[in-house]
């Protein structure tokens, strides 16, 4: 089948299972709104393995949530499956003028500055006001950073950031000496804020950052598990002296995998 005629297949097995499946059924847009964000994160997780596979199943998952949203909306008559994909043509074509229109641009700066003008013109109130409020906080924040940036509020050389990043390690140090937990939390924030535009400014991606290093951390707590199981001891029993002895046999076994990988 044709992408059209796979689309079409899809649409029809929609209807059938609104039609006859006892769970489909019962669904509303709230109720699978959990759902979505669960399948958002699966495909997340397959983008950081760089699983392919998993890539390609995640998607399929995303794209039924959104031919099961459209269904339901068609139902009590507010849109269809046609008006959304109407709508990201038209923002498409509206937000690209220097490939539908006569505008020229001279690199992928350009082109964001210019998309973040043109919603404003639609009707957008502030460059910020398109950051989703139940983002991560993580993910919000090099959000918030990112779209700033495109109206030119940055740091003129980013080795700027590097002092910011000291001026906040310090005044959390001050408060934590203090000992007031609210502005120590403060602190906190600005250290992390300033550390997500550090990340921003060299290209990171704080929260893939974080998650590679969330697992590189389970790996290697797993093996210092294994190994203490297989003395018959238990963690508890230990001191950090010892763990950290097989914690050192971890990262050596990660750095010879690493080693190997790259001959």
Known sequence: MSAKESFSHLLDIMDE???KCPWDKKQTIESLRHLTI???YELADAILENNM????KELGDILLHIVFYAKIASETGDFDIKDVIDGICEKLIFRHPHVFGD???NDAEDVKTNWENLKIKEGNPSILGGVPKSLPAMVKSHR???KARSVGFDWDEREQVWNKIEEELE?????VKKMDAEKIEAEFGDLFFSMVNAARLYDIDPEAALERTNK???KRFNYLEQQTIKT???LSSMTLEEMDVIWEEAKGIENGEALAGGN
């Open 17 to 19: 299972l609104r039609a």
């Open 103 to 105: 505008l020229t641009v």
């Open 38 to 40: 669960e399948e958002t």
């Open 232 to 234: 018959g001891r238990s």
């Open 144 to 146: 918030i950073q990112d």
């Open 216 to 218: 590189k951390f389970i």
């Open 53 to 56: 596979n998993d890539i390609r």
């Open 171 to 175: 005044e959390l140090k001050a408060e």
